[in-house]
């Protein structure tokens, strides 16, 4: 499955069908993140539940401290 | 443009600020150095001496709430900039009521948790809405790692991976690079 991830297309394995799923596959560790899919925020608490589908747009960030 | 029609726009425009530390207080002096009109800032806390190693404060000037200290500061880079200081801890909702008029806003805050709070709160409230954040400026070292992310109306810097702890201290140099940083996307987002 292919998905724009941070504007570079990823190709994901069959089966990565939520947002929870590509942060698995995609090693995203930090504990605080913002994940867009096609431009709507998923809330935290949200990924499992997010479906993917092919083509989609995401945006993940990670959020450390520090101001 | 000339500088003087880059001006002049710029006097027109407002900038909200949600915290007034390292990020907050230096992405100010920038903005009011570049003819912003008004800026709106947010901040509860008061300087400390420790402050002095990165914010825009001075000695004479620990124990103020920081909102009145970076105001008195600007009025003496440049009385024509408008301050709106509020002497607040923000929240959700007070975000999304205090800067409603602005046309960009700046996260300045230093805890990840507020971080993301500012951008549940104000990609919410304030659809299309410049927003610009900053995450991954702790320590020294390393500008190439600085990164600029875009996604729709909100921008992000930093290196986002370098968090404040007790090695890795927020110091002037990148934090003032990232409050730079944070003032540049906001004249661009302001001049297009």
Partial sequence: MKVKVNGEFRELPEGTATVRAL?????????????????????????????????????VYHLVSGG | MTRDEYRRRLAGKTVGIAGAGGLGSNCAVALARSGVGTLVVADHDRVSRDNL?????????????????????IARID?????????????????????????????????????????????????????VCASGIAGYGRPESFRVRRSGSLVLVGDFESEVGPETPPMAPRVGLAAAMEADLVLEALLI
């Fill in chain 2, 53 to 73: 190693d990165r914010q825009a404060y001075f000695l004479d000037q620990v124990g103020m709430l920081k909102v009145e200290a970076l105001a008195l500061n």
């Fill in chain 1, 23 to 59: 942060l698995d596959e995609l090693r995203y560790s930090f504990p605080l993140l913002i994940v867009r899919v096609n431009g709507s925020l998923v809330e935290r608490g949200a990924y499992s539940q997010a479906p993917l589908s092919e083509g989609d747009d995401v945006d």
């Fill in chain 2, 79 to 131: 009385p024509a900039v408008r301050v709106e200081a509020h002497a607040l801890r923000l929240d959700a909702a007070s975000l999304a009521a205090l800067f409603a008029d602005c046309d960009a806003v700046v996260e300045a805050f230093d805890a990840a948790e507020a971080k993301l709070m500012f951008v549940e709160a104000l990609l919410e409230a304030l659809p299309g809405r410049p927003l």
